[in-house]
């Protein structure tokens, strides 16, 4: 299995999107299976000629020529999954940033998220242009192509309390700062936020902050190799605290986490293979 990481180019996209990958296997090449865990982003998958069978912990993805076209959305996970490829693959996936999707489909996300896996076709043309941007060989030029078909779809979007609460969220200062105080500090209950999670991020805001402690501690582990010890002072009460999210979060303890985890593309991908 190969995977290659782009960031956007364009300037738009690049508010929107974190980034794409392409993922090949070739039919010679053995399973690739790893698991993948929680996070930020909602990430929008199309594969060529592929069958998935998908459960709340496990995606299996498998070579099928009778299936043209499959079109994914990811939105809604918040334990580890297991994901496996079988046999040929050709794979193009899109993470958005948080609420970034928002802008590029018609309806609410959460009108697309229902299920572990659900199949994504905001748009007439959506299958049948992810079917031709699979077909190009150049791995670049099938970039280009999928954001010139994002920037078609472009339109403004704009959640004035989301993008404050994210904003707290996302504040290092506050990142163990309670719902209550949030709820306090932006002038608007905790009815009315879930509310504006579940319609554009499909998470809750509990679940939402948690992810963001557990990739800051990732990042900061990354950033420290050197350094003896875990970084649980950093974003966590104490080590206890960490360890009890991370077992949520992974299955692991910190420990076995960051002994096992690959990251790959400059750290832009961490899974753990099996």
């Known amino acids: ?21 392409i993922l090949e296997q070739t039919s010679e090449e053995s399973s690739a299976t790893y698991f993948t865990f929680p996070n930020i982003y909602t990430i929008v998958t199309a594969s060529e000629k592929t069958e998935t069978l998908a459960t709340k912990d496990k995606i299996i993805t498998r070579y099928c020529l009778s299936n043209p076209i499959e079109t994914n959305l990811v939105s809604n996970f918040n334990e580890p999954v297991l994901v496996s490829y079988e046999g040929k693959i050709n794979e193009v996936t899109t993470y958005f940033k948080p609420l970034g999707i928002n802008a590029f489909i018609p309806n609410d996300l959460r009108d697309y998220a229902e299920g ?80 504006h999670f579940e319609k554009h991020i499909c998470k809750t805001p509990s679940q939402f902050k948690k992810i963001i402690r557990f990739r800051a501690a990732i990042q900061s582990q990354l950033d420290e190799k050197n350094r003896i010890g875990l970084p649980y002072s950093i974003d966590y009460f104490d080590q206890s605290h960490m360890i009890r999210d991370f077992k949520k979060l992974t299955g692991f303890t910190p420990k076995v986490f960051f002994s096992k985890t690959t990251t790959l593309e400059k750290d832009l991908i961490k899974w753990m293979f099996i």
Do not use: H
Request: proline share 6%.
């Open 116 to 195: 572990s896996f659900p199949d994504f076709s905001p748009y007439e043309d959506y299958k049948e242009t992810m079917a031709t941007i699979l077909s190009i060989k150049n791995p670049d030029e099938k970039i280009r192509a999928v954001e010139l078909y994002w920037i078609s779809k472009f339109r403004p979007f704009e959640d004035s309390l989301l993008k404050e609460v994210l904003d707290e969220m996302f504040d290092t200062k506050n990142i163990s700062q309670s719902m209550t105080k949030l709820s306090y500090t932006t002038g608007r209950s905790r009815t009315t936020i879930n509310k």
């Open 1 to 21: 299995m190969t995977i290659k990481v782009y960031r956007p180019e364009n300037p738009i996209l690049k508010k929107y999107i974190e980034c794409f990958y």
